[in-house]
């Protein structure tokens, strides 16, 4: 494990406050167990719920239905209905979902580092 040295970054407590607020807002949209997976699923593009389902493994038909309708309430996902019979539905990011790309990236390159450290011991 590589050791590093800690930067304190000077700040009011007020930029503190505000610096939480913001987090508390963004785990608020991206908060629990299922949501960041659904959108690194997503980000691969398109998808039908099914495939969703498949993908995100562990998840309930009931939790990822769950999710998506919160999802789309946050202009995360788009829901498309096709118009063929049987009915298709897809879901994909919208363009402001796909602004947390490098959030999920940072996130998954630091999970692969975790996974190798603990992995070590």
Known sequence: MQVTTKTVIP??????????????????????KWKISIVACLLFGAKRYSDILREVEGISGKMLSRELKE????????????????????????????????????LANWGQIHRQCVAKR
């Open 71 to 106: 999802m789309e309430v946050n202009f995360l996902v788009k829901r498309t209905v096709g118009k063929s019979q049987p009915v298709m539905v897809s879901y994909e990011l919208t363009e402001y979902g796909e602004s947390v790309k490098p959030v999920i990236a940072t």
């Open 11 to 32: 700040h009011s407590s007020e930029e503190c406050r505000h610096s939480i607020r913001a987090v508390h807002d963004a785990m608020y949209v991206l908060g629990g």
